[in-house]
């Protein structure tokens, strides 16, 4: 097989896979956000941390968010592949273990590191049902990533 097409196929369903995962992470911390009278939407958190104000944060975030389900898009499918779990139902298995593992990362950063430092008052009063919010959307990603991976021809 040409070592082109097995890259080019590998970047690009990477790539669909990050952007679909990252669709479906928005989606249910969008629904876990709404059941909260005080809820804070990621995008314009996570912009913030850089634009230090809600000026731009959402367009910032967006962008920032949008990179990094690209990059952890390639690094789950690197990850499913080298382990063997790009098939139907290992992907979607492996993606789940995979965004479970990471969101528990993400969000204990996030809840002991992060929201210490952040510069919007709103966004440091954390605790468990941040925890658990990120942690569901971080696996809700990864089982979209495994799930397209799976069906991917690699």
């Known amino acids: 097989m040409d070592p082109v097409q097995v890259i080019t196929s590998y970047v690009f369903f990477?790539?669909?896979?990050?952007?679909?995962?990252?669709?479906?992470?928005?989606?249910?911390m969008t629904v876990i956000d709404r059941a909260h009278p005080d809820g804070r939407n990621?995008?314009?958190?996570v912009g913030s941390l850089l634009t230090r104000t809600q000026a731009n944060a959402r367009l910032v975030g967006c962008l920032l968010h949008g990179i990094a389900a690209i990059g952890y898009g390639l690094v789950y499918t690197l990850l499913l592949m080298a382990l063997n779990l790009s098939s139907w139902p290992a992907g979607l298995f492996g993606g789940l273990g995979i965004g479970t593992f990471h969101g528990m990362v993400v969000s204990l950063g996030l809840v002991w590191v992060i929201a210490d430092q952040h510069?919007?008052?709103?966004?440091?009063?954390?605790?468990?049902?941040?925890?658990?919010?990120?942690?569901?959307?971080?696996?809700a990603y990864g089982a979209v990533v495994g799930t397209v991976i799976a069906f991917a021809p690699l």
Do not use: K, N, Q, W
């Open 14 to 28: 990477s790539v669909v896979a990050g952007i679909a995962g990252a669709i479906a992470m928005l989606v249910v």
């Open 42 to 45: 990621m995008i314009v958190g």
């Open 119 to 139: 510069p919007l008052e709103e966004y440091r009063d954390t605790g468990p049902a941040v925890f658990l919010e990120h942690l569901a959307g971080h696996i």
